[in-house]
């Protein structure tokens, strides 16, 4: 017989216990309330569907069906067609059955919602059409339930057929609920003109459109592109005498935002907070990435701080972004004090935003900051590859190779594997400082290791060892990237290095044969 989990004990069918245990022990009668709570704690709807019929005919004495009952194994269902749709239609024919024969009193549809809800268009459609079939009318709530199955599945004309047909055939009025419901619908699709018929035929329903209803068929105007519908029809909203809320504003200041028109989005965002209506994380979040998007460095920090002052905690991506472009339009050390003020502000550390910032201090010569914030990371986070890469690049650009070599060991110590981005930039630094043979060894252990160069790297190589001197340094390494035995040296690459070889002397052009025949 199948095991069943503990829940399920209080109707086994295991031996009856001895005439001691019995008299101490008065054994469990299974009740609706327990098995209820069984059914939905179920592993496996399979188990609930056999633990529903084990309570129903095997059990000692089989449980009276009952209303309770049904609902929880209808909930476990709903849950199970979440991440199995399949299953639980292949379940749902049996529990359903046992539910009809039941003939219980007449109850409303709630028990069958969340599944109308979960399951696909067709089985959700079926259940709902036979929902009399046991006792059970169906309502404006259980028809928006299919509804919002349909509308999930992108089953649009079936759904407006089954809205449009709802009153005569199904003798349901289809509600402000209905309405939203198949707006979203539409205006996920981008089928703006349907979403607009509908809002137009609302009022001769007499259902008043709501914040929700507007909002859905602003955010269309805006995702065609349709500023000036979108614009008209918020400034409608308001001349109604209604009061867009903070998701509303959001939805046009977004719709500007997204076309590059900030000027306008600042206008709303004014009239916004005029009319008392504060904006949220959303709205400056928009703004901000907005800005960044146009290189309006000042404008993204003084929205950033007023973001964090009304107590708002960003993301770590849009605080990279505002950092990234404080540092472009060369505020690196403003782009430092802003980020060490968000995290005052309990925005988390974070290697992307670190990277750069350490990056772009070094860059402007601001060694020491880098560094100092670098090493604030490392006392309470663990940088990452690119982190040590950023500071790396950073020193070696200004030459600062002693200090870039610790950061290497310590790298190293971490267990991180230089790459190709750690390789480069030294390579980079001594041929900046005028030590090309120290370059060359360095890209000679690069190649050794399989790490890929760039044709950048290739470049400022040749140009190092443009001096006749070099010549046999130079040769060395396009033998070291010919005899690894991987495609480091493409069309383009070759061509760095035969522009250097054509009409110069023999030699040269011996030691490219040599490579050529490898």
């Known amino acids: 017989m199948r095991r069943w989990s503990p829940g399920a004990r209080a109707f086994s069918t295991a031996p009856a216990p001895s ?89 409303s549809d709630r028990p069958f919602l969340p599944l109308l809800r979960a399951l696909r268009p067709l089985p959700s459609l079926r259940l709902f059409l036979s929902l009399p079939s046991f006792n059970s009318h169906p309502s404006v709530r259980s028809f928006n339930a299919l509804l919002h199955s349909l509308v999930s599945a992108r089953r649009l004309r079936l759904a407006a057929a089954l809205f ?3 009153p005569a055939k199904l003798y349901i009025t289809p509600n402000l609920v209905s309405c939203n419901i198949l707006l979203k619908g539409l205006v996920g699709i981008g089928d703006l003109d349907a979403a607009l018929e509908v809002l137009d035929e609302m009022t001769g329903w007499g259902i008043v459109p709501d914040v929700v209803t507007y909002t859905t068929v602003l955010t269309a105007y805006c995702g065609k592109g349709d500023l000036e519908g979108a614009q008209k029809l918020f400034d409608d909203i308001i001349a109604s005498g209604r009061r867009p809320d903070v998701t509303m504003y959001t939805v046009l200041i977004d719709g500007y935002c997204l076309r590059g028109k900030l000027q306008d989005a600042a206008r709303i965002m004014d009239e916004m907070e005029a009319a008392g209506v504060q904006p949220n994380d959303i ?17 993204a920090r003084d929205l950033m701080r007023e973001m964090l002052g009304a107590g708002y905690v960003p993301d770590t991506p849009l605080c990279a972004k505002v950092v990234d472009v404080l540092c472009q339009d060369g505020k690196a050390l403003e782009a430092n004090e802003m980020w060490r003020w968000m995290a005052k502000k309990s925005v988390p550390p974070d290697n992307a935003v670190t990277s750069t910032l350490i990056y772009w201090l070094c860059k402007t010569g601001m060694v020491q900051e880098a560094r100092k914030l670098f090493d604030e990371l490392e006392r309470g986070f663990v940088p990452s590859m690119l982190t040590y890469n950023s500071l790396i690049l950073g020193l070696c650009e200004n030459g600062e190779l002693q200090e870039a070599g610790k950061v290497w060991d310590d790298m190293v110590e971490r267990r991180y594997e230089p790459n190709a981005m750690t390789y480069e930039a030294f390579i980079k630094g001594f041929c900046k400082m005028g030590k090309s043979n120290e370059g060359a060894a360095l890209f000679k252990e690069m190649v050794a290791k399989g790490c890929t160069p760039s044709k950048f790297i290739y470049q400022v190589l ?8 070099h010549d046999h340094t130079f040769c060395k390494i396009v033998e070291a990237a010919a005899l690894s035995g991987r495609d480091f040296l493409d069309g383009e690459s070759w061509e760095i290095f035969i522009r250097k070889v054509v009409d110069t002397n023999e030699t040269w052009k011996k030691h490219l044969d040599v490579a050529l025949s490898m």
């Open 19 to 107: 005439l001691a245990t019995r008299t101490t022990v008065p054994p469990r009668r299974l009740t609706a309330r327990s098995l209820s709570r069984l059914l939905l704690r179920t592993p496996t709807p399979d188990d609930a569907v056999l633990a529903l019929r084990h309570a129903l005919f095997q059990a000692s004495p089989p449980l009276p069906p009952s209303l309770p009952v049904f609902a929880a194994a209808l909930s476990r269902l709903s849950r199970a067609a979440a991440s199995d749709a399949d299953a639980a239609a292949r379940l749902l024919g049996p529990v359903l059955s046992l539910l009809r024969a039941a003939r219980l009193p007449a109850f």
């Open 164 to 166: 449009r047909a709802a």
């Open 283 to 299: 709205t400056y979040s928009v703004v901000i990435e907005a800005c960044c998007k146009e290189g309006k460095s000042a404008e």
């Open 462 to 469: 040749v140009d190092s060892l443009s001096e006749p001197s």
